[in-house]
């Protein structure tokens, strides 16, 4: 059988050290591949004015599996000071890579799960009955619409007089912006489609029937953003009672939400949002099993069959910089057994994460974030592994 081809984009920052560990990882598993470099992140926007070259989307488009480490991004103008000189003044505009990945390829489906590891000293506790301590098991999947909502880049600083003019359509808009001069708006759009919230609607429910979780919640606002939330939820209750009437749909308000999150958060299963609540569920989730160190993520389109894989953390400049790398890689590892699941190497993923599983129950091997050590170069000298260590630890058991 031939060897699957992944494009491997290290990004920036430690995101070009975990996924060489990851590698490692996946070459001990059994799983064979050929790795080809894809080009993406800072380095490519100050040298050629573009984070994510053409170069870069035809490896994805002929491949279509990306095994993604991390980028950095910047504001709009700390990003022009960084552009080389000869190419400022030039109308480049710096925006995500990651961004533009989702939307050029569609990968509209966001799915991150958040499950805790039995032992791992991150774990969230709380106290319970006569001020025992409590250690609720977290086993949820979050499910982000990933191409449209506050991140679909529909946007203006100063708007154009066609722009300005409907939105003084509105009469609210009238009412409490229309005083203000034009130059002195901004706007931000929040877009939702019928076709991309029913894809996201029923990623959720098919997760959740597969899977055997008993309920799905959409977390939005639609007691005040009605029109985008409200159609989301009632789509939701429309396609559960035809299709899903076995799955109990549970509806939160994402301000709500961060707050019962700590409450009971053993009490959910599959939550599916928008861009940016489901962006912002996730990393509440993502705290309660031990914070970014153990957050992946999958994005993909089930049309085109075109899927990324990446940890949630940033590129984290200031690691990368020390000689011996501190991280903790596991969030990488966990996106390449998504990486696996999503190519029917379910087998691999599982023996993964088993190994994994035993080195944090055995909790002999911690990266400087699980022993709660400020990350700085001298943990290593006081009994935190090293990224290599911790990575040798789960090769040890497979």
């Known amino acids: 059988m031939a060897k699957r081809t992944i494009v491997a984009l290290p990004g920036d920052g430690i995101g070009k050290t975990v ?20 080009d993406i992140g800072w380095e ?17 488009e002929e491949h279509k599996i990306g095994l993604f480490g991390a980028i950095t991004s910047k504001p709009k103008d700390a990003a022009a000071e960084e552009l080389s000189p000869g190419l400022r003044e030039k109308g480049y505009v710096y925006s995500s890579p990651i961004v533009g990945l989702r939307q050029h390829f569609g990968l509209d489906i966001c799915m991150r799960p958040c499950k805790s ?22 086993d949820v999947v979050i499910f982000r619409q990933n191409t449209e909502g506050l991140y679909g880049g529909v946007e203006w600083s100063d708007p154009p007089d066609i722009v300005y003019e409907a939105l003084k359509t509105h009469p609210r808009f009238v009412k409490n912006f229309s005083s203000f001069p034009k130059n002195e708006i901004s706007v931000s759009t929040r877009i939702f489609t019928k076709k991309h919230t029913e894809r996201i609607l029923r990623a959720a429910f098919e997760h959740a029937r597969n899977y055997k979780y008993t309920s799905v919640t959409v977390c939005e606002k639609p007691n005040v953003i009605r029109e985008t939330s409200g159609m989301m939820y009632k789509m939701a209750k429309d396609i559960q009672k035809s299709d899903y009437p076995d799955i109990e749909l549970w509806n939160t308000n994402i301000d709500a939400q961060m707050m019962w999150l700590t409450k009971n958060p053993e009490n959910y299963g599959v939550i599916v949002a928008g861009n940016m609540f489901g962006d912002i569920v996730s990393d509440g989730f993502a705290g309660l099993i031990g914070g970014l160190g153990f957050a992946c993520s999958a994005q993909f389109n089930p049309d085109s069959g075109i899927g990324v894989f990446e940890p949630t953390h940033g590129s984290a400049p200031k690691y990368a910089e020390y000689d011996v790398s501190i991280v903790n890689p596991i969030a990488m590892f966990e996106s390449a057994c998504m990486m696996l699941e999503f190519i029917n190497e379910n087998e691999k993923a599982n023996s993964i994460r088993s190994a994994i599983a035993e080195v944090i129950s055995e909790g002999k091997v911690k990266t400087y974030d699980m022993m709660k050590m400020s990350g700085k170069p001298d943990v290593i000298a006081k009994g935190a592994a090293s990224t290599q260590q911790m990575t040798d630890a789960v090769i040890s058991r497979l």
């Open 19 to 38: 996924l060489k560990e990851a590698i490692r990882v996946l070459d001990a598993s059994g799983f064979e591949a050929e790795y080809v470099h894809g």
């Open 117 to 138: 590891y039995k032992g791992n000293p991150l774990n969230f506790i709380r106290k319970g009955p006569g001020n025992s301590i409590e250690e609720p098991e977290v």
């Open 44 to 60: 490519f926007w100050k040298t050629e004015g573009n984070p994510l070259p053409g170069r870069t989307l035809k490896l994805l």
